[in-house]
């Protein structure tokens, strides 16, 4: 079976849904799942797309949706949690520092419980620096790795590659180039990599 690609951002609300139970699904499904963090908000800006600033109403939504598929899930959340985030971009390079060195996974599970457990906003240096120490990394030495510019660009790269791809917004997953935005859409997303159409 192909692999689907994750593609998520640190600071969308709803990849907090499919962030702390993704492990669970795909050892109940037998699939097999790549992590690639990127810049959601370089992406909405891009296409004009500003879902929740000025709209108390869609906010409220959002809030009450997430806390009933959490319920749903068996997940704990303080909600509403802190949002936006400040430092969206630092987040993601970090996160995709991780990624090629192993830690990712665990540093952006822990950074969404800090988030949105704990109360505390995921793009701070201080949600950011508790994330790293409790995956066993120095902070101070990640967050300047983080913010080089090789990590930028690597970053940029990437979300140039999810724009590519049809992608506008997180959570998403892309099997063979077909993109399945929510995550409302896992299931759908592993009908296609496995027989070709959703079942």
């Not at 797309?49 to 959490?70: C, H, L, T």
């Not at 936006?84 to 952006?108: C, H, R």
């Amino acid at each position: 079976m192909p692999d689907l690609d994750f593609w998520y951002s640190i600071g969308s609300t709803y990849s907090f849904l499919t962030i702390m139970r993704l492990d669970d699904w795909c050892s109940e499904h037998d699939a097999s799942v790549t992590w690639r963090p990127f810049n959601v908000r370089t992406v909405m800006s891009q296409q004009k797309n500003i879902p929740f600033a000025g709209k108390p109403v869609k906010s409220a939504y959002m809030w009450r949706d997430i806390e009933r598929r959490a319920a749903k899930y068996h997940m704990h959340a303080q909600l509403p949690a802190p949002y936006p985030i400040s430092d969206l971009a630092l987040a993601n390079q970090v996160a995709l520092l991780g990624m090629e060195e192993g830690w990712g996974k665990n540093f952006t599970q822990i950074l969404y419980r800090i988030w949105f457990e704990e109360g505390v906003e995921a793009g701070s240096e201080t949600a950011l620096s508790e994330a790293l120490y409790r995956s066993q990394q120095d902070p101070r030495l990640i967050l300047s790795r983080a913010r080089s510019p090789d990590i930028v660009a690597a970053l940029e790269a990437e979300t140039l590659r999810a724009i590519n791809l049809g992608i506008f917004g997180a959570p998403s997953l892309v099997v063979r180039n077909e993109v399945f935005w929510g995550d409302d859409r896992l299931d759908d997303a592993l009908s296609w990599a496995r027989v070709g159409h959703v079942i």
